[in-house]
T-cell receptor
Framework: AQKITQTQPGMFVQEKEAVTLDCTYDTSDPSYGLFWYKQPSSGEMIFLIYQGSYDQQNATEGRYSLNFQKARKSANLVISASQLGDSAMYFCAMREIRGGYNKLIFGAGTRLAVHP | DGGITQSPKYLFRKEGQNVTLSCEQNLNHDAMYWYRQDPGQGLRLIYYSQIVNDFQKGDIAEGYSVSREKKESFPLTVTSAQKNPTAFYLC???????????FGPGTRLTVL
């Protein structure tokens, strides 16, 4: 069975500092994809970054980067230069393809609070 | 602007009533999904559809039904058979199975 584990229920960071949100995954599929989403208090899920299992380099999108360690089955999200607007829930997810369908399996999330 | 719309934002239902949540997208995406989110938890997949007139059960489909008569629309019906329907419901779409999913703003359903 596939699963996603986010071990940090909550994290605090000072504005302008970097923060790492942990994510480990478990799968026996050789081909998979890993996603990070941000969910502000409004509820909408905002796509942040994607890493494919065969990608040689870590994904980056602006202030977001994904520290992908395949052997350890971890896909940590790094947010550089934190801003007050980064305060939100963050979810790690893994894509599972079954019978031609794309399904996302989500972790329980990490609540990030950015302090001024 | 292209995007996904869900309506209503808040919905109240009496026990024993069926209720339908709307999801519309103008992104020309083939695949659409419905997720449920309970407080303090991640999302769980209810139903998904790759093409018109085709859909598959997700991990928690019991008590729910869907239809996909048009590419743009994927409504979810919460039936009286759903034992604990109070939750936040999110609809998503993707170009196809290999791409990221984009989410709508969600509908918060409360059963009174």
């Amino acid at each position: 069975a596939q699963k996603i584990t986010q071990t940090q229920p909550g994290m605090f960071v000072q504005e302008k500092e970097a923060v790492t949100l942990d994510c480990t995954y478990d799968t026996s599929d050789p081909s998979y994809g890993l996603f990070w989403y941000k969910q502000p208090s409004s509820g909408e899920m905002i796509f942040l970054i994607y890493q494919g299992s065969y990608d040689q380099q870590n994904a980056t999108e602006g202030r977001y980067s994904l520290n992908f360690q395949k052997a350890r089955k971890s896909a940590n999200l790094v947010i550089s230069a934190s801003q007050l607007g980064d305060s939100a829930m963050y979810f790690c997810a893994m894509r599972e393809i079954r019978g031609g369908y794309n399904k996302l399996i989500f972790g329980a999330g990490t609540r990030l609070a950015v302090h001024p | 602007d292209g995007g996904i719309t869900q309506s209503p934002k808040y919905l109240f239902r009496k026990e024993g009533q069926n209720v339908t949540l709307s999801c519309e997208q103008n992104l020309n995406h083939d695949a659409m999904y419905w997720y449920r989110q309970d407080p303090g938890q991640g999302l769980r997949l209810i139903y998904y559809s790759q093409i018109v007139n085709d859909f598959q059960k997700g991990d928690i489909a019991e008590g729910y039904s869907v239809s996909r008569e048009k590419k743009e629309s994927f409504p979810l019906t919460v039936t009286s058979a759903q034992k604990n329907p109070t939750a936040f419901y999110l609809c998503a779409s993707s170009i196809d199975r290999a791409y990221e999913q984009f989410f709508g703003p969600g509908t918060r359903l409360t059963v009174l």
